[in-house]
């Protein structure tokens, strides 16, 4: 298999986002564009996108603005240099873009993880023809606080400016996760696979406090994820895979999962799947089963 790092530039502001590919070295049947999740970083992806490159898929991954190398600093790790969350939406189009040239005649996958999700379901609302499938893990559900934390989040900026880093919303936000669990290692809710909470712990491209303006764009994408506003649905039938652990704090539970499948039901999606792991939790990708989850999506990615 062949790996290449290089940039793609977004259109939006021309923030450089360092990207990751790996291409097989048989016959190649799809491309699969991953949008990983909150506080982390590209190269977490890397043994997924392996175990798809052996198979005949090419994977590319990006680093989301504010996060890995897809920044102007480090100072700027949870900032999104932008506003109104339209950037990182609009990010996701530069990088398919770049795709659909260099690989004009194969099927695209959008894969998403927890933040990832909320991007790849706005991201739909406009651009779901760009696509030939998509597939949401660890997905973001509606939340009725969301409109209160936006609003005390923008309070906050005024008051401590956009880079402020606050532990008050970061707990108010991830706060209950942990108790959720025995143990006493910080985020043990992303796994039950030890070693890859400490590794995560260990690494400063991951699990950092989002400043105040990150949080606000995460807020906004989850409260225009669920308004039911902008669906332009021009691919109704795209096939979408839910994934989600059955102890994932992040989906709430499995009824608000099927509550987040309906809302895209609601908007005229009509090809929906689903599949929930028996203990795990957040990570699916990173815990030791994790070669089921991989032949489930192979699977759907082929069926």
Avoid at 63 to 77: A, F, L, M, P, Q
Wanted: include cysteine.
């Amino acid at each position: 298999m062949n790996t290449k790092e290089f940039i793609i530039s977004s259109s939006s502001d021309g923030l450089a986002l360092s990207a990751l590919l790996i291409q097989p070295d048989t016959a190649l049947k799809g491309v699969i564009v991953i949008l990983h999740g909150m506080a982390e970083h590209k190269e977490r992806y890397v043994d997924f996108m392996q175990a798809f490159a052996k198979v005949g898929y090419a994977a590319l991954i990006y680093d989301h603005r504010g996060h890995g190398e897809s920044v102007c600093s480090k100072d700027d790790y949870g900032y999104f240099y932008e506003e109104n969350a339209c950037y990182i939406v609009e990010d996701v189009k530069d990088v398919i873009d770049h795709i659909r040239q260099v690989f004009p005649s194969v099927p695209v996958i959008l894969f998403a993880h927890s933040m990832g999700t909320l991007v790849a379901r706005l991201y739909c609302k406009k651009y779901d023809d760009t696509i030939d499938k998509l597939i949401l893990s660890g997905p973001v559900v509606k939340n009725p606080l969301v409109t209160a934390a936006l609003f005390l989040t923008k309070v906050l900026s005024l008051c401590f400016g956009k880079h402020h880093r606050s532990h008050f919303i970061q707990s108010l936000a991830f706060g209950g996760y942990d108790r959720k669990f025995e143990g006493t290692h910080e985020n043990r809710w992303l796994s039950e696979n030890m070693h890859n909470v400490m590794a995560y712990n260990a690494e400063e491209k991951d699990g950092f406090i989002f400043t105040l303006n990150g949080f606000k764009n995460l807020f906004l994408m989850v409260k225009r994820t669920f308004d039911g506003k902008g669906w332009e649905v021009k691919n109704p039938n795209l096939p979408i895979l839910f994934l989600a652990g059955e102890n994932d704090p992040v989906i709430g539970s499995e009824k608000q999962l099927h509550q987040a499948e309906d809302d895209m039901r609601k908007q005229g999606y009509d090809r929906m799947e689903e599949k929930i792991y028996p203990h795990m939790r957040h990570e699916i990708l990173q815990e030791e089963k994790k070669d089921t989850v991989i032949h489930d999506i192979l699977d759907f990615i082929e069926s």
